[in-house]
């Protein structure tokens, strides 16, 4: 098992679904080719469990919606 896999096994086994939310994503879009050595247009991962799982994840389509989002559970908590 690869460090980062062990890592999110961690973070999710810790996780309280009813009160907190995981949220895993990138900055750019060029993972499926590390050759490429600058930032694509493709879209970006985007990983999200716990109490604000479902939503953020019909509603970010883009990477330009993670902030808004994010701060937008900020806002009601």
């Not at 050759?35 to 389509?61: C, F, M, Q, Y």
């Amino acid at each position: 098992m690869s460090g980062l896999n062990r890592l999110v096994g961690t973070l999710v086994s810790r996780l309280d679904r009813r009160r907190e939310t995981l949220v895993i994503t990138s900055d750019h879009g060029n993972l499926e080719d590390l050759s490429v050595r600058h930032h694509t247009a493709n879209r970006v991962p985007l990983i999200a469990w716990g109490k604000d799982g479902d939503r953020l994840r019909k509603r970010i389509e883009g990477i330009e919606d993670v902030t808004p989002e994010i701060a937008g559970i900020f806002a009601r908590s």
